[in-house]
C-alpha cells in the first residue's frame, strides 16, 4: 500500500554542521509534501512544505528538495544548533475523496555539541 | 491565541473504561483532526472534521468516536478502552484543508491497563 518511509531512523550531527534527513513516499500521486519537527513531550510543528510542482523550497536555516522521479525527498537543516535536536517526519498529501496526510516513521536527530 | 489545546495531559484507564479527550482550537479553524502516536512510530489519523457537524474517518477509527458540535471543540471518546489505544493522541487544527498547515496540541498519553 501507500506509504511514507525514512532511510535512517537516527542522525547525529556535530554542531554547526548540517544535516540532511531523508525520506521515500510511494505514492506518484501525491501532491504535497510537508516536514515536522517535534521535539521531546510535544506536538509536531510545521517546518516547511513544498508542492509537486516544485523541486526546491527554502525557509530561513532549512531547504527541502523534492526528486519525483525517484519519489525521494529530503530536508536539510543549515549550520545546526542544539535546538534542532528532535525527530522530524515527512508526510505526504493526496486527496482521493478524502483529506488526509500520512505521516512517516520519523528520524530522530542528534547534536552533538 | 492558546492556538490548540488538549486535555487531560495524561491519563491512566483499566480496561472497559470509557472517556472523552478534550480539543479546542481557537484560531477558527474549519478542519480538525485526531492522531494517535505508537512509541517510536509516525502519526496516524483516527477521524477528522471539515467543519462544524461534519466528521469522518481516517486509518483507524474503531474503538473510537467523535463529534463536531461546534467550529471550536472537538472531543474524542473512547468507550471501551483497550491496551491496544495505549498511545499519545494528538488533536490538530488547519484553515481550510489538510493542505494549510496543521496546527497540534501538546498531545495526551493514555494509558490502558
Known amino acids: 500500500g501507500e506509504s511514507v518511509g525514512l532511510h535512517l531512523p537516527t542522525l547525529s550531527v556535530q554542531e554547526g554542521d548540517n544535516s540532511i534527513i531523508n525520506c521515500a513516499y510511494s505514492?506518484?500521486?501525491?501532491?504535497?509534501f510537508i516536514w515536522y519537527k517535534q521535539e521531546s513531550g510535544k506536538g509536531p510543528q510545521f517546518i516547511i512544505d513544498?508542492?509537486?510542482?516544485?523541486d526546491k523550497r527554502q525557509g530561513q536555516r532549512v531547504t527541502v528538495l523534492l526528486n519525483k522521479t525517484v519519489k525521494h525527498l529530503s530536508l536539510q537543516i543549515a549550520a545546526t544548533q542544539p535546538g534542532d535536536s528532535a525527530v522530524y517526519f515527512c508526510?505526504?498529501?493526496?486527496?482521493?475523496?478524502?483529506?488526509?496526510?500520512?505521516f512517516g516513521t520519523g528520524t530522530r536527530l542528534t547534536i552533538i555539541p | 491565541n492558546a492556538g490548540v489545546t488538549q486535555t487531560p495531559k495524561f491519563r491512566i484507564l483499566k480496561i472497559g473504561q470509557s472517556m472523552t479527550l478534550q480539543c479546542a482550537q481557537d484560531?477558527?479553524?474549519?478542519?480538525m483532526y485526531w492522531y494517535r502516536q505508537d512509541p517510536g512510530m509516525g502519526l496516524k489519523l483516527i477521524y477528522y472534521?471539515?467543519?462544524?457537524?461534519?466528521?469522518d474517518k481516517g486509518e483507524v477509527p474503531n474503538g473510537y468516536n467523535v463529534s463536531r458540535s461546534t467550529t471550536e471543540d472537538f472531543p474524542l471518546r473512547l468507550e471501551l478502552a483497550a491496551p491496544s489505544q495505549t498511545s499519545v493522541y494528538f488533536c490538530?487544527?488547519?484553515?481550510?484543508?489538510?493542505?494549510?498547515?496543521?496546527?497540534f496540541g501538546p498531545g495526551t498519553r493514555l494509558t490502558v491497563l
Open positions: 490538530a487544527s488547519s484553515y481550510m484543508t489538510s493542505t494549510d498547515t496543521q496546527y
Open positions: 505514492n506518484s500521486a501525491s501532491d504535497y
Open positions: 513544498i508542492r509537486s510542482n516544485m
Open positions: 508526510a505526504e498529501n493526496h486527496f482521493f475523496g478524502n483529506e488526509k496526510l500520512t
Open positions: 484560531m477558527n479553524h474549519n478542519y
Open positions: 472534521s471539515v467543519g462544524a457537524g461534519i466528521t
